[in-house]
């Protein structure tokens, strides 16, 4: 039986507004040690997603990310998963897109994010693959 999206996601969802800084996402986002944050927006009620490339990539812009809002950089063209997706689900929506997390969704609840680490890690079968191997 192939391995679900609920098997491998992260419960771990930290959700932020789009008025958050970019530090005070990275920082939250540190603390929580996710790679992801889902932006919800109020005004709209969509649910979008910022990761830690968008804030590299402002950094790596020169932005100031005391100044620099999770709105102006946040995905909102977002891909869902479920929670009931295979892996390979998952990992084929990831690829075609190009991007690394995928928001869970149980009906319009935000319960989750599968990260492509999630799906090594249960593809390797390895409980600690976010330690790295012994060489």
């Known amino acids: ?12 969802v930290l959700t932020i507004g789009p008025a958050h800084t970019l ?3 990275a920082a939250l986002m540190s603390a929580r040690r996710v790679g992801a ?9 969509g649910l979008g997603i ?12 020169d932005q100031n990310p005391d100044l620099e809002s999770a709105h102006a950089h946040t995905t909102t063209d977002v891909v869902f998963a ?7 689900q998952a990992a084929a ?3 075609h897109g190009g991007f690394r997390h ?15 680490r999630d ?13 790295p191997l012994a060489v």
Do not use: H, K, Y
């Open 102 to 116: 995928l928001i869970v969704l149980d009906g319009q609840e935000a319960v989750g994010v599968v990260s492509v």
């Open 37 to 45: 944050a889902v932006v919800f927006d109020p005004d709209t009620s």
């Open 50 to 61: 910022l990761t830690e490339r968008d804030i590299l990539n402002s950094l790596g812009a």
């Open 93 to 95: 929506a990831m690829t």
């Open 119 to 131: 799906i090594v890690r249960c593809w390797s079968g390895r409980e600690d693959a976010a330690q």
């Open 82 to 88: 479920t929670p009931d997706w295979t892996l390979d």
């Open 1 to 12: 039986m192939p391995t679900l999206v609920r098997d491998a996601m992260s419960t771990v």
């Open 23 to 25: 530090r005070q996402a």
